[in-house]
């Protein structure tokens, strides 16, 4: 009768494993094959007996394995250390438990099936007060991806290759739940107000994204605003999302999210421009104050007033208007995922308590305008009665010299 009696215990485990797709096929976020290794550092004396005949073979204190992934199978041999454990006879063809794998092993592994995490960047900018869209979509046709909503103050640019171009791009475009992981598009959200959201473009790239909506704007302004964000895509994510600390983490990214994200961006950088342009106000009405409190008067024209009152005025305008900081987006109602992006957004960029600092600050101005046109037309006011009474004096001058020359006329 042929059996193998082993002096220390040996467990061999073949598991079988799926070849991995070629390597042209990998993200560029997901790890490549990598190597086992595998040491005996125990000697393993195998002692064959059948009847009265039987010899030994001697395996070397140590002998190391290599294992690759990329094979259709993978052996791990785990041999126990202990030498308090009993000697056991082993049949070949018995079947061993995975859940018999020593801790070493499953560390190994638990740290290889970790769940790749996809880093979008987002880049906001603020550079100009209007965008024309028609022109910008005629002349860029082929990257245009069509809105699933009644929103008309922006659209959607897409650049770049997909590397499943026959699925992904189609469900990109319905904005259903497939996800630009896997994908070296880039994304520009463009809004008639002037703002650019970027999505997974690198910086050098950026001005050159930015210069195709030069040509359809105007109002450029001297200095451009800028706001960098962070969308963290993890497919094993337990919750729809997660908010952290200048970025956002989703099961996945599509087009309807880019939007979402896109628009509470672009209203937040050019709500902080109209914001930074009432500041400049309000200094102006101050240092006015200032000079005031030590003169006790002001040297102003009413035309600088009149172009304060107008700035003003429109710059309010423009945030409840062109922006729409209080219209809710048409993707957020239809879907509560996206709503709850939409609102967490707005707390985290805190859009309505900004809008309510702009408001006082513009109250203030307003204050101070009413203050100085009262002031102003008090001035108006004087000048035309001092300049009555000089013509009412000229006219009393001018009878006493003709009374005086009709007297002067009878006594010669």
């Known amino acids: 009768m042929w059996r193998t009696k082993l002096c220390q215990p040996v467990r061999t485990i073949f598991t079988k494993t799926p070849s991995p797709p070629p390597r042209h096929h990998y993200h560029r976020y997901q790890r490549p094959p990598i190597s086992l290794s595998v040491s005996l550092a125990k000697t393993v004396t195998c002692i064959r007996t059948r009847d009265s005949h039987s010899y030994s073979s001697s395996i070397l204190n140590e002998r190391t394995f290599h294992f690759d992934f990329s094979s259709s199978l993978v052996a791990h041999c785990i041999t126990s250390a202990s030498s308090a454990e009993p000697q056991?006879?082993?049949?070949?063809?018995?079947?061993?438990?995975?859940?018999?794998?020593?801790?070493?092993?499953?560390?190994?592994?638990?740290?290889?099936?970790?769940?790749?995490?996809?880093?979008?960047?987002?880049?906001?900018?603020?550079?100009?007060?209007?965008?024309?869209?028609?022109?910008?979509?005629?002349?860029?046709?082929?990257?245009?991806?069509?809105?699933?909503?009644?929103?008309?103050?922006?659209?959607?640019?897409?650049?770049?290759?997909?590397?499943?171009?026959?699925?992904?791009?189609?469900?990109?475009?319905?904005?259903?739940?497939?996800?630009?992981?896997?994908?070296?598009?880039?994304?520009?959200?463009?809004?008639?107000?002037?703002?650019?959201?970027?999505?997974?473009?690198?910086?050098?790239?950026?001005?050159?994204?930015?210069?195709?909506?030069?040509?359809?704007?105007?109002?450029?302004?001297?200095?451009?605003?800028?706001?960098?964000?962070?969308?963290?895509?993890?497919?094993?994510?337990?919750?729809?999302?997660?908010?952290?600390?200048?970025?956002?983490?989703?099961?996945?990214?599509?087009?309807?999210?880019?939007?979402?994200?896109?628009?509470?961006?672009?209203?937040?950088?050019?709500?902080?421009?109209?914001?930074?342009?009432?500041?400049?106000?309000?200094?102006?009405?101050?240092?006015?104050?200032?000079?005031?409190?030590?003169?006790?008067?002001?040297?102003?024209e009413s035309k600088k007033l009149f172009q304060l009152v107008g700035k003003a005025n429109s710059n309010l305008a423009d945030v409840i208007l062109k922006l729409g900081l209080f219209e809710r987006s048409d993707i957020a109602w239809k879907d509560a995922k996206y709503a709850q992006i939409w609102e967490y957004l707005r707390d985290e960029f805190e859009l309505t308590q900004r809008f309510a600092s702009l408001d006082f600050k513009l109250k203030f101005v307003e204050h101070n305008i009413r203050f100085l046109q009262e002031i102003l037309q008090n001035r108006k006011s004087d000048f035309l009665e001092w300049l009555i009474i000089i013509l009412i004096s000229a006219e009393i001058l001018i009878s006493l010299y003709d009374l005086f020359q009709r007297t002067a006329s009878t006594l010669h």
């Open 88 to 300: 056991v006879v082993v049949d070949w063809n018995d079947a061993v438990s995975c859940s018999e794998v020593g801790d070493g092993a499953n560390g190994s592994l638990e740290e290889e099936e970790e769940d790749p995490r996809t880093n979008i960047p987002v880049k906001a900018y603020f550079f100009s007060t209007s965008v024309d869209l028609r022109s910008l979509v005629d002349q860029n046709r082929q990257n245009f991806i069509p809105p699933t909503s009644r929103m008309t103050n922006y659209v959607v640019l897409k650049f770049g290759t997909l590397s499943n171009p026959s699925g992904l791009l189609s469900s990109l475009s319905q904005g259903t739940g497939a996800s630009i992981s896997g994908s070296d598009c880039c994304f520009m959200v463009v809004f008639q107000y002037g703002s650019i959201v970027l999505f997974n473009v690198s910086e050098p790239e950026v001005d050159g994204y930015l210069k195709i909506v030069e040509r359809h704007a105007s109002g450029l302004l001297p200095e451009m605003r800028k706001d960098e964000y962070e969308v963290i895509e993890k497919q094993t994510l337990s919750t729809w999302m997660q908010g952290g600390l200048d970025h956002i983490m989703l099961q996945f990214l599509n087009i309807d999210g880019i939007r979402i994200i896109g628009s509470v961006l672009g209203q937040s950088i050019a709500l902080d421009y109209y914001v930074r342009q009432v500041d400049g106000m309000v200094a102006e009405f101050t240092d006015i104050n200032r000079g005031m409190e030590k003169t006790g008067t002001f040297t102003m």
